[in-house]
């Protein structure tokens, strides 16, 4: 157990369906970090944020997917109109990233989503 | 840009020695160093940074080839828990970028 915690661990939704997850990082870190990974790939980056500002958004990211930060402390990822293709493993990470040097990233466990 | 990892798939026997590289085609700030078991989340193995550093611990240790934008992940004396897939992570600039390997997997046969 990093200390990074994502809910639900599995989600199965219908394709048309919103659905959202969450993810609460370990407490004292700035950083947040959403990825995508699908079986025998690596994990995908989807967006981060400092703190409560969300700094890059990856330009192979849809519309239909958005994601906040709110206070800087627990982040949630929604997805709108579910297709089959967003049917992965998304993976939520924190860092206490201080400006330089090096940092690294605690991974929660995921959650599995299965679009129908 | 995704950086290039090298080989896919290695299998060994248990004490025997690994390598893995990952090189950039871009100016890397810096290189990250995950394992992933299966069913289980990536874990933070070392980072390093442009300057050409090498770092390591125990068995597993890395370097950093700033001129050639490459890295090396070494395993030495291989254990039957270093099974799992290995990602180097790399970012242009602090922060900046980041993006994993596609990523190699290592299996460890007693």
């Known amino acids: 157990d990093t200390g990074v915690s994502q809910n639900p661990r599995h989600k199965i939704t219908k394709r048309g369906q919103n659905v959202t997850f969450r993810c609460d990082p370990i407490s004292e870190h700035n950083r947040l970090y959403w990825y995508r990974q699908t079986l025998g790939q690596g994990p995908e980056f989807l967006t981060y944020f400092q703190n409560e500002a969300q700094l890059e958004k990856s330009r192979l990211l849809s519309d239909r997917f958005s994601a906040e930060r709110p206070k800087g402390s627990f982040s949630t990822l929604e997805i709108q109109r579910t297709e089959q293709g967003d049917s992965a493993m998304y993976l939520c990470a924190s860092s206490l990233a201080l400006g330089t040097g090096s940092y690294e990233q605690y991974f929660g466990p995921g959650t599995r989503l299965t679009v129908t | 840009q995704q950086p290039v990892q090298s080989p896919q798939a290695v299998i060994l026997r248990e004490g025997e020695d690994a390598v893995i590289n990952c090189s950039s085609s871009k100016a890397l700030y810096s290189v990250h160093w995950y394992r992933q078991k299966h069913g289980e989340a990536p874990v933070f193995l070392m980072i390093?940074?442009?300057?050409?550093e090498q770092k390591g611990h125990d068995k597993i240790s890395a370097s950093f080839n700033e001129k050639k934008q490459q890295s090396s992940l070494y395993l030495t004396a291989s254990q039957l828990s270093y099974s799992g897939t290995y990602f180097c992570g790399t970012e242009k600039n602090y922060g900046q970028n980041f993006v994993f390997g596609p990523g190699t997997r290592l299996s460890v046969l007693p």
């Open positions: 390093l940074l442009k300057g050409g």
